[in-house]
């Protein structure tokens, strides 16, 4: 018997039904994607020393990424020193995003009288909070407009102490709120609001915050593919730009950190940043060393609390040990040979002058011969005393060949001369006042108040040391064969005009940044690509394809039933 027009032999039936049934089903599942990233997602307005070392490397939360420290431009009388952690955090991050470890003790380290010893360390310890781990994978369950708001599942708080040069410490913050992982802003619409919430005063009318951040640094890490390419045609991208780093920042009085508390006759400081982990010994002989050869182990580093222990293997310490450490920027990058680097890590900087590879490192650099190589620069004549002068003791008339008295302790009237020890540190001449005009190339551009005499947000410490490695500093006189740099002159955001000065973290996936979108390729929360205007194209056209796809799917499946009826 013939079929009629309308009947469908059995086994089609059966696959009209299957594709009807995809058919409807991908259409809804297209509009409730498209819900997610039109009504879900946030919305908004249409590089130093990351992962420097192998240990490191693998311990983000504890990884040092850049320092800075400068006289606070809006409070010329406090001095303001800021640290980051973890490097690369893409925004988009969660559902755990970025906290700080709480298994570990963050240090901003001061040395006043140019010992390689700390006079004054401040220490951040963290401890989570969160409200429902049984029933919630969510870092936050609603809008989150305070950092004690009840839909922030997950918080930290940290305990903050500052210990003097004898071990005596002292508690100045208790249980202050750390600042969330930027989640968006359907999520956190004001966070500049949860950022100024938690700033917090400290006794001596200083302030500090913890929270998360734009990375400030700024460089074309393309520098690493042989420098810029071989041809200097690998410059110009940003490799940073987009992502965010956690901070920490602290401003206080000058004389809260300066020798006997006096900045007028001792205004010079020695800065670098430490991260402690609990019986946690860091060994070079567990980085890379030179095949067939394990690489030198830090032996007899000190634990916290002064006593020496060896911490070779099999040795079981339940003490502090610095894992990470970092001052003046790219000195392990590009300075520390590898077999080294985790070694640097551990040691304290009292011990600097006493590593002979790493100082002869210093001494006859690797990054020149390099560029004479690569480019023929001639490299400069070692030993280079001109770069002992910037990273080991600071730079003063009496310490090299660099005739300027800017900023090494020995210019202290109240320093111990004797006990002086070159030690790499990131160091700060307080009495120079802020630029109120600052020059990115720092002290070669003839702004004193820039790098290498501390570091300010916007220096770009790059192109300097760059400048600095072939000669610049001794001479005077900025290198013309490289005199564009990198061509990454400025942060991805500008630095802020008050405490903490860094910039607001951002909120779009990294890998949708563009210069007409800084807040990625769309505005958080749009989802996909947006056309010049902010038009969200992506949305919509899931949307509208959803609905196609719903409404073909739904037309399909009515028709069936009135073929049965």
């Known amino acids: 018997m013939q079929s009629s027009p309308t009947t469908r032999p059995p086994r089609a039936r059966t696959l009209s039904k299957r594709a009807e049934r995809v058919l409807a089903c991908a259409g809804t599942l297209s509009l409730v994607t498209a819900a997610a990233v039109t009504g879900l997602a946030p919305t908004n307005s249409a590089a130093s020393s990351h992962r420097e070392a192998p240990l490191t490397s693998g311990d983000p939360k504890a990884d040092n990424t850049d320092v800075y420290a400068f006289t606070s431009p809006d409070k010329p009388d406090t001095v303001t020193l800021v640290a980051n952690w973890i490097p690369f955090e893409e925004p988009n991050g969660g559902p755990n995003f970025y906290p700080f470890a709480n298994d570990a003790r963050y240090n901003i380290k001061i040395d006043a009288d140019g010992d390689g010893k700390p006079d004054t360390t401040y220490t951040w310890k963290f401890t989570d909070h969160v409200r429902d781990a049984a029933n919630q994978f969510l870092y936050n369950t609603g809008v989150v407009n305070s950092v004690h708001d009840k839909t922030l599942n997950f918080r930290q708080t940290y305990t903050l102490t500052s210990t003097d040069a004898h071990g005596n410490t002292t508690t100045l913050v208790e249980d202050a709120p750390a600042a969330p992982s930027n989640v968006g802003k359907a999520s956190m619409p004001d966070y500049a609001a949860l950022r100024e919430q938690a700033i917090v005063g400290l006794p001596d009318g200083g302030q500090t915050y913890a929270g998360q951040a734009s990375d400030s640094f700024f460089l074309d890490l393309r520098i690493f593919d042989l420098l810029y ?35 007028s006759r001792n205004p010079v400081i020695g800065v670098w940043s430490t991260t402690d982990r609990q019986g946690t010994a860091v060994a070079g002989a567990q980085g890379k060393g030179s095949e067939g050869t394990p690489a030198p182990r830090a032996k007899d580093v000190p634990a916290d609390d002064g006593k020496r222990r060896e911490d070779g293997m099999g040795h079981h310490d339940t003490g502090w040990r610095q894992v990470s450490r970092l001052g003046n920027p790219l000195v392990n990058e590009v300075v520390v040979p590898l077999k080294y680097k985790d070694a640097f890590d551990a040691l304290t900087p009292d011990l600097d002058h006493t590593v002979t590879p790493v100082v002869d490192k210093v001494k006859d650099p690797i990054v020149p011969k390099l560029i004479q190589k690569i480019y023929g620069v001639p490299a400069p004549a070692t030993p280079r005393n001109d770069l002992v002068e910037i990273f080991l003791t600071g730079i003063c008339k009496a310490c090299g060949p660099i005739k300027a008295d800017l900023n090494s302790q020995l210019l202290n009237a109240d320093a111990d001369k004797k006990a002086f020890v070159p030690a790499e540190e990131l160091r700060l001449n307080m009495a120079v006042p802020p630029t109120a005009k600052p020059n990115r190339l720092g002290v070669l551009g003839n702004d004193l108040a820039g790098f290498p005499n501390g570091r300010r947000l916007d220096d770009d410490v790059v192109d300097i040391e760059l400048q600095a490695l072939e000669g610049a500093a001794q001479t005077g006189k900025i290198v013309p064969a490289l005199a564009a740099g990198d061509a990454v002159d400025t942060p991805y955001r500008q630095p802020g005009a008050s405490f903490p000065y860094v910039a607001l973290p951002n909120t779009a996936a990294v890998n949708q940044a563009d ?39 739904a037309l399909a499946l009515r028709r069936r039933r009135a073929e049965r009826a």
């Open 515 to 553: 210069s007409l979108h800084p807040e990625g390729g769309v505005g958080a929360g749009l989802g996909g690509t947006a056309s010049g205007d902010g038009f969200p194209v992506l949305p919509v056209t899931v949307a509208g394809g959803g609905a196609l796809l719903a409404c073909a799917g």
């Open 229 to 263: 390419g071989g041809n200097l045609k690998e410059t110009g991208h940003n490799t940073l730009a987009g992502y965010n780093v956690n901070t920490i920042a602290i401003q206080v009085p000058k004389k809260s950190v300066a020798l006997n508390g006096d900045h």
